[in-house]
C-alpha cells in the first residue's frame, strides 16, 4: 500500500489529498453503524484506545470523507460567560437571562458566573434544534399556502 503524505503548512494544519478522503470515505462506509474499538501496537505491545478516543478519531475521519473542515481544540474545565456566550452565538446579557431562568447551568466561583462547556454546547444544540423545528413549520405553513 502507498504511503499517504499529509500536506501540513504548519505543525497545527494538515490538508487532506483526494486520495487520503478517498480512503477516509471508504473506512466510513465498512464501518458506519458498528461499535468499534481502536488499538494501537506500538513496538509489539497493543493497547486499546478509551471508547471516547475512538469516537473522536472516527468524527475526524468522517470529516475527511465529507471533505468538511475540523477544527480541534482544547477547551478549558470551566467557561467565562463572555466565552460562552461567543461559543453559543449570542450576546452576555442574554446568556445572562436564560442562566437566571434556570435554562441552563452555570455556577459561582467567588462573583463570577461560570459555565461548564458540555453544558454550553448541549444549550446550543438546543437552540440549534429549535430553530430547525420552526424552519421546518414555517416551510410546512408556505407548502400549505402554495407559496414557494
Known sequence: METV????????????????RSE????????????????????????ALPAELTGVLMKVVDHMA???G?????????????????????????LM??????????HRVGTHTRLSPRDVFAFKRGIELK???TLAKLLAASDELGEE
Open 131 to 133: 430553530r430547525r423545528e
Open 5 to 20: 503524505v499529509l500536506e501540513a503548512q504548519d505543525k497545527s494544519s494538515i490538508f487532506v489529498n483526494d486520495q487520503l
Open 66 to 68: 465529507s471533505g468538511a
Open 70 to 94: 475540523i477544527v480541534i481544540t482544547s477547551m478549558p474545565d470551566e467557561l467565562t460567560t463572555s466565552v460562552a456566550a461567543d461559543l453559543i452565538g449570542i450576546s452576555r446579557p442574554t
Open 24 to 47: 477516509a470515505s471508504g473506512v466510513i462506509d465498512h464501518v458506519r453503524d458498528l461499535t468499534l474499538t481502536l488499538s494501537i501496537r506500538v513496538a509489539g505491545d497493543e493497547f
Open 97 to 106: 437571562k436564560h442562566i437566571r431562568a434556570g435554562e441552563i447551568r452555570s
